[in-house]
């Protein structure tokens, strides 16, 4: 079986008909996936900002960022599933439009940017947790997350203008 053929799979299931023909599916799906975005990344840019030792700078690294890493955590799995279910819906669309390529590279980047953060950066945080302006790796990291997040959202945005323009909007 080939992508394509997966593709047309998934856009002849229940869920992606549900979005895909009825009133309400795509709007509130849609609407769920920025509220997702909104509440992700709006709070994870405190702590990006945080790390690049702009704002918060009487707050330890590690409070900001236990202190919001429920409520982006919480936002990042409402974009995962509403996120899904669109691309169930427009999997052929999608594949074929280069801004969702963009957007799932940024999405990557972001996770291996974390992910680095998290296993080589911080593992001397105690060094510089409380630090006003944590070193060059953290602040590198905050910079990185902020720029591939904005990727995201400009990617996410373009491909509402291109995907439908050779087909009817849902």
Partial sequence: MTLPDIFESLESTPLA?????????????????????????????????????VTLRHLRVSEVYRGLAPWFFAGFA???????????AF???????????????????AGANAAVLHFVTQRTSPEWDNAARPPIGARAA????????????????????????????P
């Fill in 17 to 53: 008909s549900m979005i895909q023909e009825s009133a309400y599916g795509f709007p509130i799906v849609v609407a769920v996936h920025l509220l997702g975005l909104t509440l992700s990344v709006g709070t994870l840019l405190w702590v990006d900002l945080r790390l690049v030792g």
């Fill in 142 to 169: 905050g910079l990185v997350s902020i720029a591939l997040w904005v990727v995201v959202m400009l990617a996410g945005r373009m491909m509402s203008y291109t995907m439908f323009s050779a087909a009817p909007p």
């Fill in 78 to 88: 409402m974009m995962l599933v509403t996120g899904a279910m669109l691309f169930t």
């Fill in 91 to 109: 999997a052929t669309l999608a594949y074929g439009n280069v801004f969702f390529r963009v957007k799932m590279a940024a999405i990557v980047l």
